[in-house]
């Protein structure tokens, strides 16, 4: 198979150079345009960039001279980490042009015709994409990094058992915050009970991702979420504690068996970003944490502990995954390649 | 008024460090008197003491021998920062040895005869030690730190509009396990989602505190509370993701109003270390923070903030009180003043 | 004694905000007016400043309207806080008008006729403003952080033996960036090698301060400084491992005795801000540490610890000073009240 | 070739768990056997062990059941991570009943007949077991974790222009200290200046690794070196801030391209943990940083930068190497390599 030509906006941000280091060597994906804002077109990657990635810089992508955020481009994906004040409208110029984009911004996630994808919850959305009115082109969301985490582990259960309500509380890594985003002195010896948006997003997003598609729109879910989200001094990786209400009654071992069961369409297809266990269950006590858990399988996978009853809801548990692969740039290539595979490039 | 003469029982300790540094030039206390394990008893105190607080050894405790944790003592009141170990026995024979014990650990709490006091909550429950059976001794304990913060913020709505549910998720500070208590290598970017019985505190213990006196026993209140305890990278100040319902509808200015004019007892009655407003509401929406808020009112003062509705209880908001100071040492020595105050030492 | 007016220009800042909690209460100064950038002017100060002091803003100030940074002020001290790419031309203008700057930013502290005063160290150097030509204005500079919490530590060495060579390695606090300053990505689980043009202050600063001063002139010290520069995950305290050669051999004893023994004009003349004693040793061999020693003296003294032979130079030792007390806006203020106390206001 | 058999001793200690971390899947080395103390001794690896790694346990090692640390053991090689109150006698013992000891402990390091070996330094050394009275046995040993990096950077340096003197300030890593080692409390937003006996060895140790090799002993180098040793807040990695002093005055581009030439005989023989590239320069002013630096080459190449002339000695820079890969167990493993490499298991 011929590699896909693909390209990243807003590539000199913190998600967009996620991408870069993700996508290099990537078995389906050729990074050949990058596309960044007035200031960085025209510079080399390497001399417009502040990278801060813990891998250097692809050679093959020092030297990549970086575009205007406008068509045309050569590529046939258009991977976003632009910045939210900007996404919409290029996005939508993008999708108008032709272009699939697979986007990270939250600007089009709620739109009635654009799926908000987690590939392993809700593979069937991406059928929406046929009633969008873009000539060919297409515009894909990824949700919010904290959402995502926490609907992988809540699918397995909504599936077998149904769920009726969702507390939540996050304790968040500063790397969502983007670079330089939130300052040393607000984040040492410190916990921030505020993170702007955040809150609303992860009460909303996981009902359109969980909601039940009828072929052409996307009938939300009938669950009640309540969120409280906090940053803390973390470098990647959120945890949350969540609370569910079932519908249908059902024993710990059921629920532990649900997550270590769990596989979807990602790993049925192989896709190359595809954890090969979705969900890991720990069993002891104190797991997870992010500092050790955040990078199981490549940081595609969600870590799940601490089930136990709940004097309120019916049970209680601790949810981490990694906010920027899994919960970004990982995401985001992980839903591309379901594209690609089912054929939606064609 | 001549000073009271004071010991505190696991004097090395670090809850123990925090009653030297908090006592020094008391009003109404003379500490005169350390108690520490056999392997210290003999020592002065300057030698066998590790000590980590941020102000010196006071001058007058350095040079004191330490003790073994046996009466008799020369004090009339023993603050006790004993290790749950060995706690319960040692603050057992000083009660029948006629002395009055403010404990800070957990082993008595739970008695029924024994007082579970935050002075601002339920001083009417010091009555309770008259029925104790110890010769003119008592023993009064201090709720866990966790604990603390979270009743003094649920006092005022559950006096005005009656509590039948409490969420609450917290995040709590290091200096809560002690010195030296977690490694650094558990807690340098990361979060600790499980404390060892902490769950299971916050979920008991308001109920008692909270619970009605008719004179001879307290009956618990009526409120069904859930709790998710984790440890974050915070030195010292425990915070407190809290979710309520409430029996009475209320809005969200007459929650805030009950907060701002909520005093109690230890401040009519003047107490040293009573804060001059138990409870601070802060309006701006990234407050209150660990570190910027932990000390206000010398750490005696609960900060609260983020009020905002809930879609599943009625509110949700965020609750942070010093730990060792107001949790621990700082509590017990106002329910000491208290004691003192109301009577309880002649 | 009737209170002097102050202002305090760039209050919006890091360290105008530390300024600020600083001069609440003062004996000698009432801050009356505000400084600011175009943005902030006009505005009330609680309006336009990102407050984030650990204590609230004072009743006095929070509705002072901020003004432009442009002569007539009312007061006849200055306090600059200002950033160094706008503090050099309007510190000269207010000098011009008449005003005593007493500024923290770097711009006038090499030149020649403005000293860079450490009230402790080189009082003396006060005389250099009678050269300056403000027709009754005057400018004075207070040293980089780095700087005087080493040149205190130094000077009775300096008095005593004589100081060839001076070797440092810093490793700096977070707040010496200002806010928001450096990014919670870059300083969690992190250290950072450089901090710009910060070696090169290290290195020449102590040559101005330790200089004598002839009457006219100041005649750099002959001593060889060769500074590195870090920054470390702290809040405040900056620690720093220095070696020094001396002139004149000196016993360990000789040498703490040096700096136990220290006391300069700001103690004779009982100045407000001026430390009891400006140097603490610390013989315990973990000591001093930033988190438990930084605000000693109410944040003025400077702590050092660990003497010892050096396989290189004479000796070796650890200083530790706060940052943004004794190496900003309290050293600034300690070198107001020596100008009050020493007449040059007349 | 078939797998040399080895074991682990100190198992379940921090050096241990990454022993067995770094040798899963090794070419030449098959783990089969784990010593640790009487306590665990007799129980499966994964019952003893608290194991804090962030990849799983190995699952080839998950059930081997622990051994006491006493000969006979079935493997040749012997790792030794034991705690230095007990690795002296045992690693004698084993040398005496024939294997080979490969040693991370201290104890025997500056023994007159035990190479301390940093393989690409002074692969020369590993002569000297000839001379050792253990019949067949032997005892190599692997240097501190802060002096492994620093002599490796100095290495090139004084193979071209002879190095006469040393001055190094480290800032040291939490794992340094094993597990837990040190408190959180002592490490979140502070600095602590002290570490036992470290000085001495970064003062000691490279004399004799740089020493020369005459055929039967090792003449000291003739190098002055003074060393401060701090700990930060850092997970993993020692930065060092380092001068150095030549015989023969070299220019920066010189020392640079000294650096990147850098290349000796575990490179040439291709061993397995041999990073390509032992020594990597930066040339970014903010570089190297532990948290983007540490894993270069999995960990095992140190880097460099910040190079700049010096006031005192000729050159200043910034060394960081990993502490427990490069810097222990990775250090000790690649000197096993090197060990069979060269014929000395025959």
């Given at each position: 198979?011929?590699?896909?030509?693909?390209?990243?906006?807003?590539?000199t941000?913190?998600?967009?150079?996620k991408?870069?280091?993700?996508?290099?060597?990537?078995?389906f994906?050729e990074?050949?345009?990058l596309?960044a804002s007035?200031r960085?077109a025209g510079?080399?990657y390497?001399?417009a960039?502040n990278?801060?990635?813990e891998?250097?810089?692809p050679d093959?992508v020092k030297?990549?001279?970086?575009?205007?955020?406008?068509?045309?481009?050569?590529?046939?994906?258009i991977f976003?980490?632009l910045d939210?004040?900007?996404?919409?409208?290029?996005?939508?110029e993008?999708?108008?042009a032709g272009?699939?984009?697979v986007?990270n911004?939250?600007?089009?996630?709620?739109d009635k015709?654009?799926?908000?994808?987690i590939?392993?919850?809700?593979p069937?959305h991406?059928?929406?994409?046929?009633?969008?009115?873009?000539n060919?082109g297409?515009?894909?969301t990824?949700?919010?990094c904290?959402?995502?985490?926490?609907?992988l582990?809540?699918k397995?259960?909504?599936?077998?058992?149904g769920?009726?309500?969702v507390n939540v509380?996050?304790?968040?890594?500063l790397?969502?915050?983007?670079?330089?985003?939130?300052?040393a002195?607000d984040?040492?010896d410190?916990?921030?009970p505020?993170?702007?948006?955040e809150d609303?997003?992860?009460?909303?997003?996981p009902?359109?991702i969980?909601g039940?598609f009828s072929?052409?729109?996307i009938k939300?879910?009938?669950?009640k979420?309540?969120?409280q989200?906090?940053?803390?001094?973390?470098?990647?990786?959120h945890?949350e504690?969540?609370?569910?209400?079932?519908?249908?009654?059902a024993?710990?071992k059921?629920?532990?068996?649900?997550?270590e069961?769990f596989?979807a369409e990602?790993q049925?297809?192989?896709?190359?970003?595809?954890?090969?266990?979705p969900?890991?269950?720990?069993?002891e006590?104190?797991?997870?944490?992010?500092?050790?858990h955040?990078n199981?399988?490549?940081?595609?996978a969600v870590?799940v502990?601490?089930?136990?009853?709940c004097?309120?809801?019916?049970?209680?548990?601790?949810?981490l995954?990694h906010n920027?692969?899994r919960g970004?740039?990982?995401?985001?290539?992980l839903?591309a390649e379901?594209?690609v595979?089912?054929?939606?490039?064609?």
């Open positions: 198979m011929e590699k896909i030509k693909v390209a990243v906006l807003g590539a941000g913190s998600v967009g150079q991408f870069i280091q993700l996508l290099e060597g990537h078995p994906f990074l050949v345009e596309g007035e960085s510079k080399t390497k001399d960039v990278w801060f990635m891998t250097p810089i093959s030297n990549l001279k970086i575009k205007n955020c406008r068509p045309p481009f050569e590529s046939k994906i976003s980490g939210s004040s900007v996404a919409g409208e290029i996005e939508t993008f999708a108008h272009y699939i984009v986007s911004s939250k600007n089009h996630r709620m015709d654009v799926p908000l994808i590939p392993e919850v809700n069937e991406l059928q929406l994409i046929k009633a969008q009115n873009y060919g297409a515009i894909v990824n949700p919010n904290s959402t995502i985490g926490m609907v582990a809540l397995p259960l909504h599936d077998r058992f769920i009726s309500k509380v996050t304790m968040q890594a790397s969502g915050a983007g670079y330089p985003g939130v300052s002195l984040l040492t410190n916990v921030v505020f993170i702007s948006g609303e997003k992860l009460e909303k997003e009902l359109k969980l039940s072929g052409d729109e939300e879910a009938e669950i979420i309540s969120a989200t906090n940053r803390v001094p973390v470098i990647d990786g945890t504690s969540v609370q569910v209400e079932l519908k249908k009654k024993t710990e059921e629920i532990i068996k649900a997550w069961e596989s990602p049925e297809l192989n896709l190359p970003f595809a954890p090969e266990k969900i890991h269950y720990f069993r006590e104190k797991y997870p944490q992010p500092r050790l955040r199981i399988d490549k940081g595609m870590s502990g601490r089930l136990r009853p004097n309120i809801f019916d049970y209680k548990f601790t949810v995954s920027t692969i970004a740039a990982g995401g985001a290539i839903a379901l594209l595979k089912k054929g939606f490039l064609q």
